[in-house]
């Protein structure tokens, strides 16, 4: 696993750990939450071989990122984006890395105890958990998250005998998951590796802000790559584009907005671009997403408070 990751500002080995302390510490959250507590959110849900498979996940989701976009590797037809057909591309390639991996690794092997590992439905859980940090699919993923909190919001204020308009914060008991739905073991199970992929939003401002340093030093790296390629074109502003940013990671002058790199091919740090670009960056993946996150889990709603503190720092920057 340490070698299968690239020397990249971001996208490298302390990423997957930072993704992999963050859920292994969410996982410790849902366990230690009060059972008698009406705001217990069932941690058994996930049983160890689930949770193995998730951590596992974690550590190999982003496994030989060249530190190149999607965008960049679609608009080239780099051999991946043949291979994968334009469809999330990094993140198969990260899968099929983390495959090759396992192959080689002799406790996984027929007739151990973990090479259950390999049965048809961890294999599923592992593909919908790393697909899902593709960030082309968050809204997608951040839409569905809501709707169960509508419907949850629903079933209480029925059970409560009152409005519909019961605060999110006060879920009852009546809970979100079906126990023996295995769509909402991989909804729950994207739901935390999603917060954690992008929960260094949610940490401290001082350790946020390096790691946002880092992803722009990443993106800086990707301009003078084009540039040396003669594709300074790519990073020209597409006047047809969505101008309000919604979020499609193909649109290549909205993925410029958030990352707060130069639209020609001058890499010099631009502070106040990266401030910008991050809260572009909040307001559209980590803000939504921590609190829809909240919403379900309120043992949660400490990452949705601290990405709203980052966001104002970033504003007042
Ligand atoms: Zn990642």
Redesign the pocket.
Same mark, same amino acid.
Request: aromatic fraction near 0%; avoid cysteine.
């Given at each position: 696993m340490i070698q299968g990751y690239l020397d990249n500002p971001y !996208?490298n080995l302390w990423?997957?750990v930072d *993704?992999c302390q963050s859920t292994f510490y969410i996982l410790h959250i849902l366990d230690s939450q009060d059972k008698a507590s009406p705001l217990f959110v069932n941690a058994d849900f996930l049983n160890p071989m689930d949770r193995f498979v998730l951590i596992l996940s974690c550590l190999g989701? =982003?496994l030989g !990122?060249p530190g190149l976009t999607n965008k960049l590797m679609s608009d080239t037809n780099s051999p991946l984006s043949i291979l994968f057909n334009d469809q999330s591309i990094l993140e198969n390639y990260h899968l099929l890395n983390l495959t090759i991996i396992l192959s080689h690794v002799d406790s996984l092997t027929a007739g151990s105890d973990l090479a259950n590992i390999y049965a048809a439905k961890n294999k599923e859980l592992a593909i919908s958990i790393i697909l899902a *940090?593709d960030m082309a699919r968050h809204s997608q993923y951040v839409d569905l998250l809501r709707t169960r909190a509508e419907i949850l919001d629903r079933k209480n204020a029925n059970a409560s005998g009152s409005d519909y308009s019961v605060p999110s914060s006060k879920h009852s008991s009546v809970s979100w998951l079906s126990s023996d739905s295995f769509e909402d073991k991989k909804l729950l199970c994207a739901l935390i590796m999603k917060c954690s =992929?992008?929960s260094n939003t949610a940490r401290p401002f001082k350790i946020s802000e390096r790691w946002a340093i880092h992803f722009s030093d990443e993106m800086s790296n990707q301009t003078k790559f084009e540039c040396s390629l003669g594709l300074a074109s790519l990073l020209t502003h597409d006047s047809n584009s969505n101008s309000n940013s919604t979020l499609n990671s193909n649109d290549g002058s909205c993925e410029n907005q958030l990352v707060g790199r130069n639209e020609d091919c001058n890499t010099a740090t631009n502070l106040s671009g990266l401030s910008s670009s991050q809260v572009v960056f909040y307001n559209t993946f980590s803000i939504p997403l921590f609190k829809a996150a909240g919403d379900l889990i309120p043992a949660l709603s400490f990452m949705y408070k601290q990405s709203l503190f980052n966001c104002e720092t970033w504003k007042n920057m």
């Open positions: !996208h990423h997957a *993704t989701h =982003d !990122h *940090t =992929d992008i």
